[in-house]
């Protein structure tokens, strides 16, 4: 795609696709390092250009999901799906149909399996204390154990996906991806859920960690 160009696209949910409790994951997959497509998705506006006219909207650098809770999805709706780049760029664009939670406890590795370009939710309750005190921070960590896939995370902190509190920043582990969230963050809190979407693009096996802390001392190491 040019730069500042837009492709349209459709998508018609019927109740062979859709069961009812499912979330839609609305991938825009960037094939290139520096591809960065963005996605506008709407149920009115045929032609969505922009989070002005759009209900949902992904512009996180590289790679974007967007997600749309099932409460807003109904047979015989038709999403409207616009995606524009910035700059030239190549991306594959895929829907998936998500249900279930992997409910991860703190402090303790979880396995599970994915399958090619797959999307995983996980739910995770923040403790009120955590190693050294009270619970100021906890640190997510995805990798594969089988081999070196790319993976994507983003984090909410609630299950509707709502964008500001979403995408916090991610740092890069020998085999996956970490991300540290702190009670620096506006809508920190304790004995709440959380929500994590892993994207992999490869078959395989993968785990996931999350630590919660009490000493700000440890977030930077």
């Known amino acids: 795609m040019s730069k ?33 497509p963005d996605i506008f998705i709407s149920k009115e506006t045929q032609y969505p250009t922009s989070a002005a006219n759009a209900e949902w909207s992904c512009q996180q650098k590289g790679s974007d999901t967007c997600f749309i809770h099932p409460d807003d999805i109904y047979t015989g709706d038709v999403f409207y799906i616009g995606v524009t780049c910035l700059n030239d760029c190549r991306y594959g664009i895929k829907a998936d149909f998500v249900e279930g939670w992997l409910t991860v406890d703190d402090g303790v590795r979880t396995t599970f399996v994915a399958s090619d370009n797959s999307t995983i939710k996980i739910n995770y309750e ?4 955590g190693n050294g005190g ?9 990798e594969s154990v089988d081999n070196q896939s790319p993976i994507d995370m983003y984090l909410a902190m609630d299950d509707q996906f709502s964008i500001s509190s979403f995408y916090p920043q991610t740092f890069m582990t020998d085999d996956g991806i970490g991300i540290k969230y ?19 693009l490869k ?15 440890e977030i930077t190491s």
């Open 203 to 217: 078959q395989g096996r993968y785990y996931v960690t999350i630590t919660s802390y009490g000493d700000y001392k």
């Open 134 to 142: 009270n619970t100021e921070w906890f640190e997510i960590v995805v």
């Open 182 to 200: 702190s009670d620096w963050e506006e809508d920190w809190c304790t004995k709440c859920d959380v929500y994590v979407i892993v994207n992999v």
């Open 4 to 36: 500042k160009d837009y492709a349209f696209y459709q998508l018609t949910i019927t109740d062979q696709i859709f069961n009812g409790t499912q979330y839609i994951a609305l991938k825009a997959l960037a094939a290139t390092s520096i591809s960065d």
């Open 126 to 129: 923040v403790p009120k204390s």
